[in-house]
């Protein structure tokens, strides 16, 4: 099946600098990729979608100066929270749906962020 | 708008017991729906998928059955294991839309 990593896997930061959350498709190409944010013990939401070559949608309520969001080919997109919090500790999954066929979903294993 | 409820964990129960998580859905058309899981500290995998009414979705002894007559798309499993301890999400979308997620279903299953 359809593999999506993200890098890293876990990070620790100090509250004021940024971090780089990258979410790549191994297999296939993805022209739209998803990030998410899970928060413990809830469901996911949604952030952003992003498109490759052009500028992400963000969902209300999300700050696009925060979350900046790079698709710049069709196998990456990287996700930067730009000077973290530690109210922006979380776990940030991304998923990756195909050019073709059926508009399947591909999830990453997401990436736990704390902030000190 | 499209929605996604479940029914409200947590849920307990002990092995080789049957189950039944909820899901039913609202959507102006014909959605595909989908069961998700995630395990303890992991992202989310593709449990199992259904395309159109009466579709039956089935993976390592899941099922879930398109029910467009009363909205639903209920997970099943007639033996849990212990190692099916693990949040499920409910989820549903129409062609190019984005992915609408039911609340989650934390199931622990106890030996």
């Known amino acids: 099946g359809a593999v999506v990593s993200q890098h890293p896997s876990r990070v620790i930061c100090k509250s004021g600098t940024s971090v780089k959350i990258e979410c790549r498709s191994l297999d296939f190409q993805a022209t739209t990729m998803f990030w998410y944010r899970q928060f413990p013990k809830k469901s996911l939401m949604l952030m952003a979608t992003s498109n490759e070559g052009s500028k992400a949608t963000y969902e209300q309520g999300v700050e696009k100066d925060k979350f900046l969001i790079n698709h710049a080919s069709l196998t990456l997109s990287t996700l930067t929270v730009t000077s973290a919090h530690p109210e922006d500790s979380s776990f940030y999954i991304c998923?990756?749906?195909?050019?073709?066929?059926?508009?399947?979903?591909?999830f990453g294993p997401g990436t736990r962020l704390t902030v000190l | 708008g499209n929605s996604v409820t479940q029914m409200e964990g947590p849920v307990t129960l002990s092995e080789e017991a049957f189950l039944t998580i909820n899901c039913t859905y609202t959507?102006?058309?014909?959605?595909?729906l989908f069961w998700y899981v995630q395990y303890p500290g992991e992202g989310l995998q593709l449990l199992l998928k259904a395309t159109k009414a009466d579709d039956k979705g089935s993976n390592k002894g899941f099922e879930a059955t398109y029910r467009k007559e009363t909205t639903s798309f209920h997970l099943e499993k007639g033996s849990v294991q212990v190692s099916d301890s693990a949040v499920y999400f409910c989820?549903?979308?129409?062609?190019?839309?984005?992915?609408?997620f039911g609340q989650g279903t934390r199931l622990t299953i106890n030996p």
């Open positions: 959507a102006t058309g014909y959605p595909s």
């Open positions: 989820a549903q979308h129409q062609g190019a839309q984005k992915l609408v």
């Open positions: 998923s990756a749906r195909e050019t073709s066929g059926y508009n399947e979903q591909f």
